[in-house]
């Protein structure tokens, strides 16, 4: 069942949980119902929720998600290099051999999560669109929210 979040001419944007919102975000779930799903292929954002029509396609992710998984993977490969390389020296092959496929696993798995709480935070905090009001930093100038202007039109 979709959850309405009231707001108040006085409190601004409705307030929404974002830890919960970031939470499903992470898990590849709607921010608003936690059931439907934010994915349509590995990182292609869904137009809609499947079960509560939450519209998905107003986040503006861009590059935060590579630039926080770059960030998280980065201190889990390196220092692991590190204590590595202190306690067992090993050769340069075996270093190459564990580090590389680890941080390509960790990269792959964790860009869509990261994407995914990123929509939760921004959906959470009424961005880009999901707090009812066009985003007219967004959009091409002529385009409202929802409409979509062709190119060459006046």
């Given at each position: 069942?979709?959850?309405?979040y009231?707001?108040?001419?006085?409190?601004?944007?409705?307030?929404?949980?974002?830890?919960?919102?970031?939470?499903?975000g992470?898990?590849?779930?709607?921010?608003?119902?936690?059931?439907?799903?934010?994915?349509?292929?590995?990182?292609?954002?869904?137009?809609?929720c499947?079960?509560?029509?939450?519209?998905?396609?107003?986040?503006?992710?861009?590059?935060?998600?590579?630039?926080?998984?770059?960030?998280?993977?980065?201190?889990?490969?390196?220092?692991?290099?590190?204590?590595?390389?202190?306690q067992?020296?090993?050769?340069?092959?075996?270093?190459?051999?564990?580090?590389?496929?680890?941080?390509?696993?960790?990269?792959?798995?964790?860009?869509?999560?990261?994407?995914?709480?990123?929509?939760?935070?921004?959906?959470?905090?009424?961005?880009h669109?999901?707090?009812?009001?066009?985003?007219?930093?967004?959009?091409?100038?002529?385009?409202?929210?929802?409409?979509?202007?062709?190119?060459?039109?006046?």
């Amino acid at each position: 069942m979709p959850v309405t979040y009231s707001t108040s001419a006085a409190a601004g944007p409705a307030l929404r949980p974002l830890g919960l919102a970031m939470r499903r975000g992470a898990r590849l779930r709607c921010p608003r119902c936690g059931e439907g799903h934010i994915y349509r292929a590995y990182l292609k954002v869904r137009p809609f929720c499947e079960v509560c029509a939450l519209e998905l396609q107003l986040q503006r992710a861009d590059d935060a998600p590579p630039y926080f998984t770059i960030l998280i993977v980065g201190h889990i490969v390196i220092p692991g290099m590190l204590i590595l390389q202190q306690q067992a020296d090993p050769p340069s092959w075996l270093q190459y051999a564990i580090w590389l496929p680890l941080a390509f696993l960790l990269t792959f798995i964790l860009l869509p999560r990261v994407k995914g709480a990123l929509i939760g935070f921004q959906w959470a905090r009424a961005m880009h669109g999901f707090g009812g009001e066009p985003d007219a930093l967004a959009m091409p100038a002529g385009e409202t929210a929802g409409q979509r202007v062709p190119p060459g039109a006046p």
